[in-house]
Antibody, heavy 119, light 114 residues
């Protein structure tokens, strides 16, 4: 059974940092693109970042470029999102997702981890 | 970036009736070399993560009931739910995955029972 479990969220002050993790199981992690999507409280979905199977390609939402870094450790079946210089507008539930059929088709999602940035 | 616009923002439909949600992209998401539309539909129920329903604009994900169908091409797409069930109450999102990211979502359509 495919499972994605996010962790690392919490309350942080504006300008602070957090590192989100996503533990994957039930599939060959190294074979899939992986994605972070966020959802601000009561709002819609927003794609944040995506990383290729071997980490050689990474894509970011413009508003997080230079502040967030997506990475992965295939030996540990884990996906990460290093978030620096956090802003109030980064407050959201952050989901980890597997891109299945191809890049952009997110077929499995975790339950999310909540990041709250206080100003 | 491609902008995705859904309509309506909310919708109330009677049980057993048809629900129709529209999604328009600011530029075509049809890739001419393979004639595929790079568009997905997701369902999100309260307190749950999104669930993939449809990809390539009209291919139903495994396990998704056949009352859900996707149609359209180019810039205009539709998600149709036939014979609405109580468990279909959710917010529905379209997303484009044309070429490379960013892969933008529509703003969502909230579906309720009338």
């Amino acid at each position: 059974e495919v499972q994605l479990v996010e962790s690392g969220g919490g309350l942080v002050q504006s300008g602070g940092s957090l590192r989100l993790s996503c533990a994957a199981s039930g599939f060959t992690f190294s074979s899939y693109w992986m994605t972070w999507v966020r959802q601000a409280p009561g709002k819609g979905l927003e794609w944040v970042a995506t990383i290729k199977q071997d980490g050689s390609e990474k894509y970011y939402l413009d508003s997080v470029k230079g502040r967030f870094t997506i990475s992965r450790d295939n030996a540990k079946n884990s996906l990460y999102l290093q978030m620096n210089s956090l802003r109030a507008e980064d407050t959201a539930l952050y989901y980890c997702a597997r891109d299945g059929q191809r890049l952009g088709i997110s077929d499995y999602w975790g339950q999310g981890t909540l990041v709250t940035v206080s100003s | 970036d491609i902008v995705m616009t859904q309509s309506p923002d909310s919708l109330a439909v009677s049980l057993g009736e048809r629900a129709t949600i529209n999604c328009k992209s600011s530029q075509s998401v049809l890739y001419s070399s393979n004639n595929k539309n790079y568009l997905t539909w997701y369902q999100q129920k309260p307190g749950q993560p999104p669930k993939l329903l449809i990809y390539w604009a009209s291919t139903r994900e495994s396990g998704v009931p056949d009352r859900f169908s996707g149609s359209g091409s180019g810039t205009n797409f539709t998600l149709t739910i036939d014979s609405l069930q109580a468990e279909d109450v959710a917010v529905y999102y379209c997303q484009q995955y044309y070429t490379t990211p960013p892969y933008t979502f529509g703003q969502g359509t909230k579906l309720e029972i009338k």
